[in-house]
């Protein structure tokens, strides 16, 4: 599970518009008060569709009917063309670092071009061949007895490679000022459960050239039994998708939540040697409990232990560790694995450039050493004073709603306004930057390189153990186009990367900006307050403060929530899982909404200027329309549906409008247009 509730999934995920963005430089430039601009992008106004009847096409309708989606995404909007733009920028900071030499006094200059060296090296990759792997298959191949496989589990999760479980370190939900070791299921090969146990032919057909794909992979790997080990494969991650939670489950943070001491874990697993992972895990000693995420799925995965036999164990660990390797080895393994993950699951017909996944690396292994530079040169400090003036505009909207709200006792507002005291705001960049003086990099060791990364970053966390919580700490690098709630830091996150155009343009007038990156303030700092977020209380603790009354009239909001979405059907046969994205809907119209209340309290009475021939108000709402302009390929769009809990963006961009009182207002939305929906249906959390 996530330790955060982000904006969207990924940098580089299926989300918002284009047509509007401009480099950082030219979007970041200030312009005087009387030449500001609407922000509006008008050029794909379908004009044959009037607004009351649906914004989102009304505003989009050109670029959606004639945009090509790149051959190398699955999707395409504001966060992929911003993402896009950014990774140009940082291109050009890595390329500026190439001559970085062994003599330079700029150890973090050095690692950076190195690390981007190893990787674009593409005849050393192919001289290699599988030789990176060689130690890893060896390991696998010399296990002679089941009870060695916890000491394999252990040091697969320290590199990063796919294992039945893993670990992480996190704040303790029930203790937020200490740090706690938390066991999650894990381990399948396709996005999720629903992949191996659905009977829909699209899900049947993915399974089928996951097993091809499998047994191709095996074989170019020298695998004599390839294509036996991968159906024993298949059915082995099918009886642990069979045994693992749902994502609607795994969204409860109070059944996620089972505190197990060090000395029970045998009676979770009794047929697993848990000190012998332990101690491979370097967890041995540090701890006295583990967090279990799934309790019922380890105790299944237990009998799965025993009963399959350490041939199929061995293939499985096999197929793993070579496909988390595939994208840094040879080019016939970064094609093969590309054409599975990137074709088949996400309809991509073209891996990305090379230099693009070499960027990606960087960003996975030295974010913050490659962020500092970003930020140096791209992230204006006038961004973040003005964004500062929001945020302290939305908290206030937030205060005075939270003393008017239907659903709201005085007792749970008394700790809704505690909690929003005690709110953290983060802006652009770290204070405190990532020392990544111990991570070792080799101009010529790529997977080398990949492993050394994941140990540091394994043992980064590792060493948290034991010491005060780091509130300095960041989830997102400075360049990544996304904004986080952290509930048991408090803490809304806005990276420096998605303060541009069109979250965020300080040549236009504010009522834009209101839609756009209020209106994402406003989504993040309702986490806080949702189905999960209510039950952790100002310090991050998984306290519930709600009364029991005041949680049946929020739930009695969120199942006419659940209801409204689950009704969008974006590919035939897949309708939106209103459980699995209750959070986040809740979030847009949450945000939404708070973003219109703090426009008008901005404006102090006065009435906001007509620009383009638009209202103040109509601005607000097309730039929400604007902001989650996207397409998706269908492949993509169904692995979002199954895995994702954000809704589609076309879902996003028009349905928290019709539950908006002032949306009606703002575009004379009678009864006779297709948007209108009765005011006793209008869902209206803030």
Do not use: C
């Amino acid at each position: 599970m996530s330790r955060y509730w982000a904006l969207s999934i990924g940098a580089a995920a299926a989300v918002l518009g284009a047509g509007l963005l401009h480099h950082a430089a030219t979007a970041t430039t200030s312009a005087p008060k009387t030449a500001m601009l609407s922000g509006i992008d008008l050029q794909y106004v379908d004009t044959s569709i009037r607004p009351q009847d649906d914004l989102y096409r009304h505003l989009n309708g050109k670029w959606l009917d004639t945009f090509q989606i790149p051959a190398d995404k699955g999707s395409y909007g504001s966060f992929t063309l911003l993402y896009d733009a950014t990774q140009e920028q940082l291109r050009g900071i890595v390329e500026d670092l190439a001559g970085t030499g062994p003599g330079s006094s700029d150890a973090e200059a050095r690692k950076i071009a190195d690390l981007y060296a190893s990787f674009m090296d593409e005849g050393r990759l192919e001289t290699l061949g599988l030789k990176p792997l060689q130690g890893e298959f060896a390991a696998i191949e010399a296990l002679s007895d089941k009870s060695e496989i916890p000491a394999l589990v252990a040091h697969l999760n320290r590199i990063g490679a796919g294992a039945p479980y893993a670990i992480s370190i996190n704040q303790d939900a029930r203790n937020s000022l200490q740090y706690a070791v938390i066991v999650r299921q894990s381990g399948l090969g396709l996005p999720d459960r629903d992949y191996y146990l659905k009977d829909d032919a699209k899900l049947k057909d993915t399974r089928e050239k996951y097993l091809a794909h499998a047994a191709k992979m095996l074989g170019m790997a020298g695998d004599a039994d390839a294509q036996s080990h991968a159906k024993a494969i298949l059915d082995l991650e099918t009886a642990m998708a069979q045994a693992q939670w749902t994502r609607v489950e795994n969204r409860d943070p109070i059944k996620t939540y089972n505190k197990t001491t060090v000395a029970d874990l045998p009676k979770l697993m009794p047929g697993y040697d848990w000190p012998s992972y332990l101690r491979a895990s370097d967890v041995a000693g540090k701890v006295d409990a583990l967090i279990i995420s799934q309790p019922s799925y380890f105790s299944s995965l237990d009998k799965l232990m025993t009963e399959t036999p350490l041939p199929i164990w061995k293939a499985y660990f096999k197929w793993h560790v070579l496909s988390a390797a595939a994208p840094y080895l040879s080019k016939a393994f970064v094609d093969e694995r590309f054409a599975f993950a990137g074709t088949v699951l996400s309809g991509i017909p073209e891996n990305r450039a090379r230099w693009k996944r070499g960027i990606t690396l960087i960003d996975d292994s030295l974010g913050e050493a490659l962020g500092k530079r970003y930020v140096a040169k791209y992230f204006p400090p006038q961004n973040k004073v003005r964004m500062e003036a929001l945020i302290a505009n939305m908290l206030d909207a937030y205060r005075r709603d939270i003393d008017t709200l239907d659903w709201m006792s005085p007792e749970t507002r008394k700790g809704a306004q505690a909690k929003l005291a005690k709110l953290a705001p983060k802006i652009g960049y770290p204070n405190v930057w990532r020392d990544y003086a111990a991570l070792q990099i080799s101009r010529d060791d790529l997977w080398g390189n990949v492993l050394h990364a994941r140990e540091f970053e394994y043992r980064r966390n590792l060493n948290k153990l034991g010491k005060p919580v780091d509130r300095n700490e960041w989830g997102m690098t400075p360049q990544t186009i996304n904004a986080y709630y952290n509930p048991l830091m408090n803490e809304i996150v806005f990276p420096a990367a998605i303060l541009q155009p069109p979250f965020f343009n300080v040549r236009a007038d504010d009522a834009v900006n209101y839609g756009g990156i209020v209106a994402v303030i406003g989504h993040e700092m309702s986490h806080g307050f949702d189905d999960r977020g209510s039950q952790y209380d100002a310090d991050g603790n998984l306290h519930d403060w709600f009364t029991p009354e005041d949680h049946a009239r929020f739930k009695t909001k969120t199942r006419a929530l659940i209801a409204q979405y689950s009704d969008y059907e974006p590919v035939p046969g897949f309708h939106v899982n209103g459980e699995l994205t209750l959070g986040e809907n809740i979030g847009d119209n949450s945000g939404l909404a708070i973003a219109y209340k703090a426009y008008h309290l901005s404006l102090k009475g006065k009435a906001a200027p007509v620009i383009d021939g638009l209202t103040g108000d109509q601005r607000l709402y097309l730039g929400w329309a604007q902001v989650w302009r996207g397409k998706e390929r269908e492949a993509d769009l169904i692995q979002q549906i199954k895995t994702d809990p954000h809704s589609p963006t076309a879902v996003r961009g028009t349905a928290p409008l019709v539950n908006q009182e002032g949306f009606y207002g703002a575009f004379g939305v009678k009864e006779s247009d297709k948007m209108y929906v009765a005011p006793e249906k209008r869902i209206n959390i803030w």
